[in-house]
Nanobody, 114 residues
Framework: QVQLVESGGGLVQPGGSLRVSCAAS????????MGWYRQAPGKEREWVAL???????NYKDSVKGRFTIARDNAKNTLSLQMNSLKPEDTAVYYC????????WGQGIQVTVSS
């Protein structure tokens, strides 16, 4: 069972940048898809960015051009670089791994506010 631990969240002003990371407890080399999801207060969890084992990425339209997902199979980590942040990006961000079974991290708060 893969355990995922997020780090790097916090408070940032609109227009600022933040990087969240996810450390996996075992090798992610063969994990089909890893991704970042988020859940804002009163809303359902939504996917934000996905990356396949071969490196193909996919982004939610509202974050395209601002967010970059990356995976490091050697270090068993996943990251999300978030630039030009907006208040509507405020949410708890979750790391996810899918390999026939979905695994979730515990989530980390990202708050965009002046």
């Amino acid at each position: 069972q893969v355990q995922l631990v997020e780090s790097g969240g916090g408070l940032v002003q609109p227009g600022g940048s933040l990087r969240v990371s996810c450390a996996a407890s075992e090798s992610i080399f063969s994990i089909d898809v890893m991704g970042w999801y988020r859940q804002a207060p009163g809303k359902e969890r939504e996917w934000v960015a996905l990356i396949a084992s071969g490196g193909t990425t996919n982004y939610k339209d509202s974050v395209k051009g601002r967010f970059t997902i990356a995976r490091d199979n050697a270090k068993n980590t996943l990251s999300l670089q978030m630039n030009s942040l907006k208040p509507e990006d405020t949410a708890v961000y979750y790391c996810s791994a899918y390999n026939g079974v979905r695994y979730w991290g515990q989530g980390i708060q990202v708050t965009v506010s002046s």
